[in-house]
């Protein structure tokens, strides 16, 4: 391999350039660049020729051709050791490029902009750019070419160490990012577009691809190994998208469990709201008029899960919010900021604890591609960020519209509980509600109604009424008054109404499900005969 002579720069992102031009310059490359690259570099005071020049062919159509000429490309994939192109390099007077520096047309930022044109999308489509960076990754042997202003100081301190050259090794790293970053960029595109031309029933393309990636210690067990991949035109909060404050690497799980946290609390956005996470299920969940409230009936939620936990908020920590965490041991914490008072606090509670910043604003979730591999292939989507398809009463008894907002809550947590899923709310202080009891991830309804939802419930109640003074009122009264204002919540239609004789013995009155079995007669008679009332959503919400 010998020196760098001759190096094509051409940016988007134009941050670093210059000194990475005036680097290159210094140890006698010479440069070829384009437009706005190069009115910078000359700018700077620094040599550069305009690839107009170098090819004697002119910029044309709005600059959409510049780069895409015979002298450009095959100085980019000359074989130096290929006898032939020796010769063919020689009859037709070209020159070699040693290197080459690109970052592409920001398409995924262009798209990811309100109200964005289709036209200016389409223009945010880099040509010049991914063709240049494949001519000199497939000539990676003897091209060194850059796509990540990361990479520049490496590059520098390479040749500054090599005589002027680069190391095999290098350039068959910065290589495989190019094709990593094209396969990207290419299906940022592929997903806009088809977003953009819906074709009916048949399948849109599906494509996936992250170019860059981050080692985690291991997978949910140790002995697997594991990485982490972000989609850079992520626009809305989510746990791809965070910045770590303080504490220990990030997991595998607690990936996992973050992003159940925040996509389960993005469902109470507006208020101050709290999701408690314990492997991908909310044992604690609950809205507030503070956000220190709504911890704490989260917590009450379930106590025991809740240790070592992932915990999503709706709104800013502050510092009473951050004191009801003292004593208890979490995991990570997500949430929108850090009063500087709360970060301190928590900060100085444990070195451990991960205290994670969102880079997007708090908001309901957005319409999006739900994606779930299988062995061999893949499963996509539309994401369930609906809740109700209807509202209907169909027993005797009717639900009283007061008790709708704390059934609105209880769907919104339902959602996120694994299937078979059975949830009971509860209104814990005026418009305030909370996760009072939850069966999840069982192979049928009847035990997540009776053998967890209503037991967790029991224990929780007497746990509050151990708690509270001055009932005036039994345990037993105190229970049965508590549980006829629960609501219970299911995330898809009871087959029989066994689990309706289930409620009725545990002092339930209120059930929501979405209806829709052969039985429903059965299970709404069921209803009737207790003097509970039903209400129909009309819309199933299976988490497997």
Known sequence: MKKIERAILSVWDKAGIVDFARALAGMGVELLSTGGTARAIRDAGI????????????EMMDGRVKTLHPK?????????DNETHKAEMAEQNLLPI???????YPFEATVAKPNVTFEDAIENIDIGGPTMIRSA???????????????????????????????EELRMELGQKVFARVAEYNAAIAAYLADQWPNGDKPRPFVIACANGARLRYGENPHQNAHFYKTPSATEACIAHTTVLHGKEMSFNNYVDGNAALEAVKELSGRPGVAIIKHTNPCGYATGATLADALEAAWSGDPVSAFGSVIAVTTSVDLAMA????????????????????????KNKSKDIRLLKLDHPMGPAG????????????????????SFAQWITPTETIFPEEMRALAEFGNKACKHVKSNAIILVYEYAPGQFSLLGMGAGQPNRVDAVRKLAVTKAFDNIDLMYESMEHYGKTPQEFKAEVMSRVVLISDAFFPFPDNIHNAAEAGIRFIVEPGGSKRDEEVIAACDKYGI??????????KH
């Open 533 to 542: 009332a039903m209400a129909f959503t009309g819309m199933r919400h299976f």
């Open 98 to 104: 040693d290197l080459v520096c690109v970052n592409l």
């Open 367 to 386: 319409k999006a591609r739900d994606v779930k591999q299988v062995n061999g292939g893949w499963l996509v989507q539309d994401n369930d960020i609906e």
């Open 137 to 167: 990754a497939k000539n990676m042997k003897f091209v060194t070419v850059v796509t990540d202003p990361a990479d520049y100081g490496r590059v520098i301190a390479e040749m500054q160490e090599q005589d002027g050259q680069t190391t």
């Open 323 to 346: 004191e009801k965490l003292k004593g208890r041991f979490v995991e990570a914490l997500i949430a929108p900021d850090f009063e500087e008072e709360a970060l301190a606090f928590l």
């Open 72 to 80: 450009v490309h095959a100085g980019l994939l000359y074989m130096r």
């Open 47 to 58: 040599e550069v020729r305009d690839i107009s020049d170098f090819t004697g062919f002119p």
